[in-house]
């Protein structure tokens, strides 16, 4: 079974600050981690993603994650929060050879001007 | 990139009558096909995974004569909500994977059932 976390509902945070959005992950064998942004009314578009290799993913619009096999984590970051940032996050796994996604419920980010 | 699209972006409908949402890979071929469904500030829940020719595997408490899938090609899945009712309002997203299954994510269609 594979499964995702993300233990905060809702996640505030100061335009200019750093932001953090939270996930662990269960999964069997090794894990290939996503993270996607969702804004009103739209699908999901890619921010990133961890296959192997380099435990620090850079990805799209700033964003970053950082693989940690220990913690079974991959938390997103971005150093400098932008208002636009404001939108649901989703973290998701899966396994290898298994082509189902595993998503977490969301975690909404509110960049305050 | 990848791109998906899906068609209608919205629908509104009378409740009895059924609805077919298409979902087409744009600029690659994808051997699978996804159907999600998501309540408003919840998270994607799997309704379905169709292959190419073949038949669809839907999750558990999905009614397969509701959501009728179709797979026809390598670039166009449809969902079609059958008989649609109010409690089948909803987002539905469809995502397309290739040979690296990779899911690439449609825009999602709203549905309101009237």
């Known amino acids: 079974a594979q499964s995702v976390a993300q233990p905060e509902d809702q996640v505030n945070v100061a335009e200019g600050n750093p932001l953090t959005v939270k996930c662990t992950y269960s999964?069997?064998?090794?894990?290939?981690l996503f993270w996607y942004v969702q804004y009103p009314n739209r699908g999901l578009q890619f921010l990133l993603k961890y296959i192997t290799g380099d435990n620090l993913v850079k990805g799209s619009y700033g964003f970053e994650a950082e693989f940690n096999k220990s913690q079974t984590s991959f938390h997103l970051k971005k150093p400098s929060a932008l208002v636009s940032d404001s939108a649901l996050y989703f973290c998701?796994?899966?396994?290898?050879?298994?082509?189902?996604?595993?998503f977490g419920k969301g975690n909404q980010v509110v960049v305050i001007p | 990139g990848a791109v998906v699209s899906q068609h209608p972006s919205w629908v509104i409908c009378k409740s009895g009558t059924s609805v077919k949402i298409e979902c087409r890979s744009l600029d690659f071929q994808a051997t699978t096909m996804f159907w999600y469904r998501q309540f408003p500030k919840q998270s994607l829940m799997l309704m379905a995974t169709?292959?190419?020719?073949?038949?669809?595997?839907?999750e558990q408490g999905v009614e397969k004569d509701k959501f009728l899938i179709n797979h026809a090609s390598l670039t166009l899945s449809t969902l079609t909500v059958t008989s649609a009712h109010p409690e089948d309002s909803s987002f539905y997203i469809c995502?397309?994977?290739?040979?690296?299954?990779?899911?690439?994510f449609g825009p999602g269609t709203r549905l309101t059932v009237l």
């Open positions: 998701a796994v899966r396994s290898y050879g298994n082509n189902r996604l595993a």
């Open positions: 999964v069997s064998g090794n894990p290939y």
């Open positions: 169709s292959n190419e020719g073949s038949k669809a595997t839907y």
């Open positions: 995502s397309a994977a290739g040979t690296l299954n990779e899911q690439f």
